[in-house]
């Protein structure tokens, strides 16, 4: 239903904005600006029509953003991704949980860590 809900096609306005949000979110991870992330994160593609059907998502992520992360549905959902400062990430997935919970949705929480390493290709 999620990936069914996109429209057929989006204003050159959106797709601008997004074009450069998503240079905007390298710039926030190469800089740890964790505000412009939490801005660069804010999606007008595909999370406003797929919201909807995904109960709970809208309460989790307002959950995520009010302490601090930037939050976002990972593709069509019903999973999402959270980045935040050390210290916060406790928080942030009990108050993640409890907006599925409170939605009746049974969730998982992960929380991993950064790497200055990068990613390897082998």
């Given at each position: 239903?999620?990936?069914?809900?996109?429209?057929?096609?989006?204003?050159?306005?959106?797709?601008?904005?997004?074009?450069?949000?998503?240079?905007?979110?390298?710039?926030?991870?190469?800089?740890?600006d964790?505000?412009?992330?939490?801005?660069?994160?804010?999606?007008?593609?595909?999370?406003?029509?797929?919201?909807?059907?995904?109960?709970?998502?809208?309460?989790?992520?307002?959950?995520?953003?009010?302490?601090?992360?930037?939050?976002?549905?990972?593709?069509?959902?019903?999973?999402?991704?959270v980045?935040?400062?050390?210290?916060?990430?406790?928080?942030?997935?009990?108050?993640?949980?409890?907006?599925?919970?409170?939605?009746?949705?049974?969730?998982?929480?992960?929380?991993?860590?950064?790497?200055?390493?990068?990613?390897?290709?082998?």
């Amino acid at each position: 239903q999620a990936r069914a809900a996109l429209p057929a096609q989006v204003s050159l306005e959106a797709a601008a904005g997004s074009i450069g949000r998503a240079l905007l979110v390298v710039e926030a991870l190469r800089s740890g600006d964790l505000p412009l992330l939490r801005e660069a994160m804010q999606d007008v593609l595909h999370q406003p029509y797929r919201l909807p059907h995904l109960p709970g998502m809208e309460a989790a992520l307002e959950a995520a953003r009010n302490l601090g992360g930037a939050a976002a549905l990972s593709g069509a959902g019903p999973g999402m991704v959270v980045f935040c400062r050390r210290g916060q990430s406790r928080a942030i997935a009990e108050a993640v949980q409890a907006a599925f919970r409170a939605a009746g949705v049974e969730s998982r929480a992960w929380t991993l860590r950064d790497s200055a390493q990068g990613a390897i290709v082998a």
